[in-house]
């Protein structure tokens, strides 16, 4: 079994930055593809980013590329998603998941085996 761990949530305000981390125990972290997904209240789970199990490869949606990095530390079984230029819109719980996951089809909420509890962003106008 793999258990994860968001931390790093808050209240910010619009512009700035947060840092969400995602900690994972229970089996080889490092064979896992990573993701980060949110939800806000009324809407479907969306895809944020993810990174494959090598950090070689990583992938973001339209809406956060450019303002948002996602990177991983497989001595630390840690996954990290840094947040800058946060926007109102970008208020949502925040999920790390984890899965043998590649391609596009990292994307899909349902490619994923292992999710966190999720953690609150919420950004203030």
């Known amino acids: 079994q793999v258990q994860l761990v968001e931390s790093g949530g808050g209240l910010v305000q619009a512009g700035g930055s947060l840092r969400l981390s995602c900690t994972v125990s229970g089996r080889t972290f490092s064979a896992y593809g990573m993701g980060w997904f949110r939800q806000a209240p009324g809407k479907e789970r969306e895809f944020v980013s993810r990174?494959?199990?090598?950090?070689?490869?990583?992938d973001y949606g339209d809406s956060v590329k450019g303002r948002f990095t996602i990177s991983r530390d497989n001595a630390k079984n840690a996954v990290y998603l840094q947040m800058n230029s946060l926007k109102p819109e970008d208020t949502a719980v925040y999920y790390c998941?984890?899965?043998?996951?590649?391609?596009?089809?990292?994307?899909?909420?349902?490619?994923?085996?292992?999710w966190g509890q999720g953690t609150q962003v919420t950004v203030s106008s």
């Open positions: 998941a984890a899965g043998r996951v590649a391609g596009t089809r990292a994307r899909l909420v349902t490619e994923y085996d292992y």
């Open positions: 990174i494959s199990w090598s950090g070689g490869t990583t």
